[in-house]
């Protein structure tokens, strides 16, 4: 069974900074594209950064030059570390992958439980 796990939210004030890790665990083939998301109370969920296995990047304007997603492929981890953060970032952040389990030929999208940011001013 394939499972996300995400860490490194918390309470910070406007300003400072946070590193959110997410660990993709369990009979892994092949990992593809890993993003997070966020939703911000009231709001729907969206992608506001984005990685693929190459090592390219995309980012939501809200978060371009604050934000940076990397990953580990060795170790099927995303990291996103943010910047400058604002209390317009609070939110439930998301970790997101898509991947393929071992044995399997398709690739499905995973979701992790979520970890709250809270920024305040």
């Known amino acids: 069974q394939v499972q996300l796990v995400e860490s490194g939210g918390g309470l910070v004030q406007a300003g400072e900074s946070l590193r959110l890790t997410c660990v993709a665990s369990?009979?892994?083939?092949?990992?593809?594209?890993m993003a997070w998301y966020r939703q911000a109370p009231g709001k729907p969920r969206e992608e506001i950064a984005a990685i693929t296995r190459g090592l390219t990047t995309r980012y939501d304007d809200s978060v371009r030059g604050r934000f940076t997603v990397s990953r580990d492929n060795t170790n099927h981890t995303v990291y996103l570390q943010m910047n400058s953060l604002q209390p317009e970032d609070t939110g439930v952040y998301y970790c997101?992958?898509?991947?393929?389990?071992?044995?399997?030929?398709?690739?499905?999208?995973?979701w992790g439980q979520g970890t709250q940011v809270t920024v305040s001013s």
């Open positions: 369990g009979s892994i083939g092949r990992v593809a594209t």
């Open positions: 997101y992958s898509n991947l393929r389990a071992e044995g399997y030929s398709n690739y499905v999208d995973y």
